[in-house]
């Protein structure tokens, strides 16, 4: 073949997969197969591989711009550049393990395959400076100092996590990024999937559970489905992560739209697929009785077993202290959910707690719980018999609670971390998978931290913040989780700060079934007697007032120059927003409480209403800035499979809540008859 031929049509081949990878990951990556003596930039990190570990590391790093790059070689130690910061990477014979040294000048990736190799060459890019905080954000420094003196720090000691299993459900019944990524098919998703997948990995994560929607007993929209998951599949198993699916079974308890499986062929679409794990969910307020409970979950296992027999089978241990939900069996009186621990013991329990309560303080009321301690005991009983358990808190509730108003929270790092520490010191932990409802508004950093925690617990749970912001601002966050931690868990005043759409309000009122803790109404406080209005205030009314005051003091501490980071300006409008609810809130009540006397009221409300304003630039300002690389998915109307038609962020982003109540008010005190929003579409 005539050479100049031969060179252009390898040229158009080199050209083709640039382009390729660019669509597919977002960005573009030179990759150097085989060859020694290439030259690159000097600040730019190379990695030297054999064949069978490239493929791994070369999709893993091909969302770095460049900065890192691959080299494939026979010999990897023969392979390395002058001049260059060189990452040997070799296998160690382990699953998970890593370690890093550094040897004639070059450095050594040492890890189980492929997962070890992964975190071990994460680890370093983190000492070079590296930070993955957000699945669609990372921080790649320009320059790279020396990192002779950081590795010999750690060098040659093994790292090994603490818990086996370490990841995230994503809870996609709710329409957050993953649903729009993960479960609906699209070009898009399929990148913003691996951008996912490799951030969970990145925090030491080795597994995703996702929460199945019923739309794929749609042979049409199965079969976009099916080809789009087995794509997501087959990356996170190539790097070492494993995928789970949750269905629910008892259509009496399904109240959203999840996968129900009521015959032995509702698992075959799912199953066809090779995933690693399914949880059996049982919906939550209602039950069935305990020998059908019983019976049919051994069914089911034995169903899912019939598809494949090395496929995990995990079922959850709900919360909900409802009359109803309460069992009698074999003598014993239970809750319903703790029937699990009668079925096949193959069958590994997950233990749920809800919102940013934790299995060790107050639960405020939530689910009508005065506190978890029935999950704390079972878990720990079954960690004192050696056997598999696996603890299942949330770092984001939605619905009206939290990132839904929105919230800026990191009391739920402090009870993720209460959590972990607590229960690694009773014994070994098999499993800490954390339910994630969205990341915008800070809540990436809850997941970020919680994933930390299930591979080390550190000392304090402000560890993870200092690899991601300057000193005052771990202080700001640390501080506000101390506040949040006083005011919202010990007295209490969480009702305070969420919202209520008409479902949560209904539940309230009915004390039947309820999710959220309730708050007295303003029709209720206007009717109380004397001396209970006077026990709401010093409970309530000066409580808020208190935590109001130090916030803002933290606003105070905020330095007057904001630069572009992304993380401070998030950080900035979460503490805004924050500051705002409360005294938005506060101010409602205070309107209501002088009302309640018969005395002036009016400034409370005009100053509500100013606070409502500003709070309206906070959330628009906020969405000019959202992470997610869709914004619009997140705030707008918009079909999808879940029941709710909208994005996630659509009630904070038009702060419904707090309009709803602000005409609560307006309707208690009789300034207005407008009709209530409902928040709920």
């Not at 730019?44 to 493929?55: G, Q």
């Amino acid at each position: 073949m005539n050479p100049r031929k031969l060179l252009d049509i390898v040229g158009s081949y080199v050209v083709s997969q640039v382009i390729y990878r660019a669509i597919l990951f977002g960005t573009i990556h030179f990759f150097t197969v085989v060859g020694c003596g290439s030259k690159f930039d000097k600040d730019s990190i190379l990695v030297v591989a054999d064949k069978s570990s490239s493929d791994v590391i070369e999709e893993f790093i091909d969302d770095l711009s460049g900065k890192v790059k691959l080299k494939v070689c026979d010999d990897p130690s023969k392979c390395v550049e002058d001049g260059m910061i060189n990452i040997i990477v070799e296998k160690l014979d382990c699953k998970e393990c890593y370690q890093i040294t550094e040897k004639n000048g070059n450095f050594v990736v040492k890890g189980g395959f492929p997962a070890g190799i992964i975190y071990g060459l994460t680890h370093f890019l983190e000492l070079a400076g590296f930070r993955f905080p957000h699945p669609f954000y990372s921080i790649i420094p320009q320059k790279i100092d020396s990192l002779k003196e950081k590795v010999s720090q750690i060098n040659s000691k093994i790292f090994e996590p603490i818990v086996e299993q370490r990841g995230l459900q994503l809870h996609i019944l709710h329409p957050i990024e993953a649903l729009f990524s993960l479960w609906i098919p699209s070009p898009e998703g399929e990148k913003e999937a691996f951008k996912i997948i490799n951030w969970i990995a990145r925090q030491r994560g080795n597994y995703i559970q996702l929460t199945a929607l019923d739309n794929i007993k749609k042979d049409e929209e199965y079969l976009r489905w099916k080809e789009h998951m087995k794509k997501i599949l087959d990356y996170a198993h190539r790097i070492g992560v494993k995928v789970g699916v949750k269905f629910q079974i008892f259509s009496i308890s399904s109240f959203q739209r999840a996968y129900l499986v009521n015959e032995k062929q509702d698992l075959e679409k799912i199953l066809s697929l090779p995933f690693d794990a399914v949880n059996i969910s049982f919906g939550e307020f209602t039950g069935t009785t305990p020998d059908e409970f019983i019976q049919k979950v051994n069914e089911v296992y034995e169903w899912v077993k019939s598809f494949n027999k090395d496929i995990d089978v995990y079922a959850t241990i709900h919360v909900g202290n409802f009359e109803n939900l309460w069992v009698e069996y074999k003598g014993e009186k239970l809750l319903y959910y703790f029937l699990i621990k009668y079925v096949n013991e193959d069958i590994v329990p997950w233990v749920h707690t809800v919102m940013f309560y934790n299995l060790f303080d107050d639960a405020g009321g939530a689910y009508n719980h005065e506190d978890f301690s029935l999950h704390r005991e079972f878990l720990f009983e079954r960690i004192k018999q050696g056997k598999k358990v696996n603890y299942f808190p949330e770092t984001a509730y939605w619905v009206a609670f939290d990132n839904s108003v929105p919230l800026y929270l990191p009391i739920y790092i402090v009870s993720r971390w209460i959590d972990i520490k607590n229960i690694t010191e009773k014994g070994k932990l098999y499993s800490h998978v954390i339910f994630s409802s969205g990341w915008e508004w800070g809540y990436w950093l809850f997941d970020y931290s919680s994933l930390r925690f299930s591979w080390s617990v550190p000392v304090t749970w402000t560890e993870p913040l200092s690899e991601l912001f300057p000193d005052w601002g771990k202080d700001i966050i640390k501080r506000l989780g101390e506040i949040q931690y006083d005011y919202l868990i010990r007295k209490r005043l969480t009702p305070y700060v969420a919202g209520e759409d008409f479902y949560v309000h209904l539940g309230c009122q009915s004390k039947v079934f309820f999710s959220q803790p309730c708050r007295l109404t303003f029709e209720e406080l206007i009717k109380m007697p004397e001396s209970q209005k006077q026990e709401f205030m010093k409970k309530v009314l000066e409580p808020i007032a208190n935590m109001e005051k130090e916030i803002e003091t933290l606003l105070e501490n905020f330095p007057s120059y904001v630069n572009s980071d992304p993380l401070i300006l998030e950080l900035r409008d979460g503490l805004d927003i924050t500051y705002l609810r409360v005294k938005f809130m506060r101010n409602l009540y205070e309107a209501i409480f002088l009302y309640s006397y018969g005395k002036e009221f009016s400034e409370k409300i005009d100053t509500a209403i100013m606070v409502l304003n500003k709070a309206d630039e906070v959330v628009k300002r906020r969405s000019k800035n959202f992470f997610y690389p869709r914004p619009r998915l997140l705030i707008e109307n918009i079909e999808n499979p879940t029941i709710y038609q909208f994005g996630y962020l659509k009630q904070p982003h038009n702060l419904c809540f707090w309009k709803r109540e602000l005409a609560q008010a307006k309707l208690a005190m009789g300034l207005s008859s407008e009709n209530i929003p409902n928040c709920i579409d």
